[in-house]
């Protein structure tokens, strides 16, 4: 059925795609202080700006998962180079506050087209034995952009660079997948039944779906809750945080190049369960150690955090398949609301911590270093919960499997 598709060609638009969405990251990231300085934002504004992002993802996310086979990839990919473009010519000349909410959003929801567009996409374009490799191939671009973009912008910065003029580098990788997709045929679905609304409701209201719902909740707030703050746990522990982050990102992107044979070795079940003991032991060695030993545990979070998003994603594809786009969507949209909706809850925790060593007289770098470490210490239930889920989950996937032999 999809024997005359340009694989190649939809493929590698489709990593230029999430190269975008990695440098929205990174590079919206780097200009946050030049764009609270230059409009006058406060540190709660900037927040608010922020929120924008991961509320525009989640909703186009839904929303390309209900439309993917009434529509087709083509034109949800049109809707992505077209809010892209619109969000990176906004934010330029954006002109203050009001202005950065909306351009955010426009970005936030040209990322998540990508993601509603290219995971179901990419499983239709390959069979079972080459999901997973395609998969782990495809979302190595989002860490592998943002150590990119995190350069790029660290030297944009450094020379002197507008945060217009790193603005502008988004629409180097917008262009390009753009020419890529550009009269292309995008494949049809392959799995029977998919393409309707109501099975893959369905589908998704099966015990497995609603567990790996659950699953992905954790996942992503173990991948992105570290990540995001720690510049401000880690900041007083003698480690520079730009090297972890660089070090965790640069981890997971060489990884995930790997996602095929390693999953062939261990297992779906398996991958998933070892990379949560991994990313426990991780961010317990982040809450204890100080100096040059944060770098390896930098190394062994990255290692726990790598496999995981894709191979959720291909777990949906592979073991639950008639949910089709929309199962693979929302799957990715509950990672996307959980990581927003826990960012409260650690900054709450920070910000408690820091209150309490306070009063106990901690002051200066001593203080920040004990609220960072209590808090990563909080953070350690999110791999914790993982670890009992995916327990659960190998032992209930082993015993199905014997269950289908012994029919």
């Given at each position: 059925m999809n024997e005359n598709i340009n694989r190649s060609a939809l493929f590698n638009g489709s990593c230029l795609a999430i190269i975008t969405t990695a440098f929205s990251f990174s590079i919206r990231a780097g200009i946050l202080p030049q764009l609270g300085t230059?409009?006058?934002?406060?540190?709660?504004?900037?927040?608010?700006?922020?929120?924008?992002?991961?509320?525009?993802?989640?909703?186009?996310?839904?929303?390309?998962?209900?439309?993917?086979?009434?529509?087709?990839?083509?034109?949800?990919?049109?809707?992505?180079?077209?809010?892209?473009?619109?969000?990176?010519?906004?934010?330029?000349?954006?002109?203050?506050?009001?202005?950065?909410?909306?351009?955010?959003?426009?970005?936030?929801?040209?990322?998540?087209?990508?993601?509603?567009?290219?995971?179901?996409?990419?499983a239709d374009m390959y069979d079972d034995k080459k999901i997973n490799k395609m998969l782990g191939r495809f979302h190595m671009w989002f860490p592998g952009g943002i150590v990119l973009g995190s350069l790029i912008s660290k030297f944009m910065t450094d020379a002197g660079s507008t945060w217009q003029t790193q603005i502008w580098i988004l629409m180097i990788?917008?262009?390009?997948?753009?020419?890529?997709?550009?009269?292309?045929?995008?494949?049809?679905?392959?799995?029977?039944?998919?393409?309707?609304?109501?099975?893959?409701?369905?589908?998704?209201l099966s015990p497995l779906y609603i567990f790996i719902f659950c699953c992905m909740a954790m996942t992503a707030i173990t991948e992105f809750g570290p990540n995001q703050w720690v510049a401000v746990v880690l900041s007083s522990s003698g480690a520079d945080a730009m090297i972890i982050l660089a070090l965790t990102f640069g981890v997971m992107t060489i990884g995930r190049i790997f996602t095929g044979p390693v999953v062939d070795k261990l297992g779906q079940t398996g991958v998933l369960l070892g990379g949560a003991f991994l990313a426990?032991?991780?961010?317990?060695?982040?809450?204890?150690?100080?100096?040059?030993?944060?770098?390896?545990?930098?190394?062994?979070?990255?290692?726990?955090?790598?496999?995981?998003?894709?191979?959720?994603?291909?777990v949906v594809a592979q073991r639950v398949p008639v949910s089709g786009a929309l199962g693979m969507s929302i799957v990715g949209g509950v990672g996307m609301f959980s990581t927003s909706i826990f960012q409260p809850f650690i900054g709450s925790w920070i910000d408690s911590s820091t209150a309490v060593h306070t009063a106990a007289g901690l002051t200066g770098d001593a203080l920040q270093l004990a609220a960072g470490q209590d808090t990563l210490v909080k953070m350690l239930w999110f791999p914790c919960i993982l670890i009992v889920l995916f327990t659960i989950f190998y032992f209930w996937q082993k015993k199905a499997v014997v269950a289908t032999k012994a029919h």
């Open positions: 230059e409009f006058g934002l406060t540190a709660e504004q900037l927040g608010f700006i922020n929120s924008m992002f991961f509320f525009g993802f989640p909703i186009s996310m839904i929303i390309g998962g209900l439309v993917y086979h009434s529509v087709g990839p083509k034109i949800i990919m049109q809707v992505a180079v077209i809010t892209h473009t619109l969000g990176i010519l906004l934010t330029i000349y954006a002109g203050g506050y009001t202005g950065l909410l909306i351009s955010t959003f426009f970005i936030g929801f040209g990322n998540g087209c990508t993601e509603a567009a290219c995971n179901p996409m990419i990788p917008t262009v390009a997948y753009a020419i890529l997709f550009y009269g292309k045929a995008f494949p049809k679905a392959h799995v029977e039944g998919v393409t309707s609304i109501s099975k893959n409701f369905k589908a998704m426990a032991i991780g961010i317990y060695m982040f809450s204890t150690v100080t100096g040059p030993i944060a770098y390896l545990a930098a190394v062994i979070f990255g290692l726990g955090v790598c496999f995981n998003w894709p191979v959720i994603i291909a």
